[in-house]
């Protein structure tokens, strides 16, 4: 009888360690998965950042591999309240058509610098040499602080 009642909590013990352990091993392909869709989003993002054109409000889609598979993302552009600025939100999925996705990622892009009609360069006054101040269109002193 009391080999029984050893092997019974023998077996009950083994069940919840082999249980643990499968969550543990679920819980590790998880994380692996959110991290590498967190990672596709994030280098869609930096893709758009470093294209030279202004991104269209709208929404895109794609794929993408990474990590030895194939992901599917889909972009969202929108306006903000900036008119240099658009909020851009990437959502990753493991399927085309899936519905929920593994990750999003929020980020902003700013209008490229040629399109937004600023300055070539911001005039600063220089002293003149006797201290006071010089003229926007003066000439920069030499470096190291002209002669002396």
């Known amino acids: 009888m009391e080999v029984l009642v050893a092997l019974a909590v023998i077996a009950i013990a083994l069940t919840a360690i082999l249980g643990s352990s499968g969550r543990t091993v679920s819980n590790a392909a998880s994380l692996r998965d959110t991290t590498l869709a967190q990672w596709v989003a994030e280098n869609r993002l930096s893709e758009v950042r470093l294209e030279a054109d202004w ?24 306006n903000t309240d900036d008119e240099d600025l658009r909020r851009l ?23 490229p610098l040629a399109s937004q009609q600023l300055p070539r360069y911001l005039p600063v006054p220089i002293p003149d040499e006797d201290g006071g101040p010089g003229d926007p269109g003066d000439p920069p002193p030499p470096p190291g602080g002209g002669p002396r």
């Open 55 to 78: 991104p269209s409000t709208g929404g895109s889609e794609g794929e993408t591999e990474m990590g030895g598979r194939e992901w599917f993302w889909r972009m969202e552009v929108e």
């Open 89 to 111: 939100e990437v959502s990753v999925y493991t399927e085309r058509d899936a519905e929920y996705s593994v990750a999003t990622v929020l980020g902003f892009v700013g209008r």
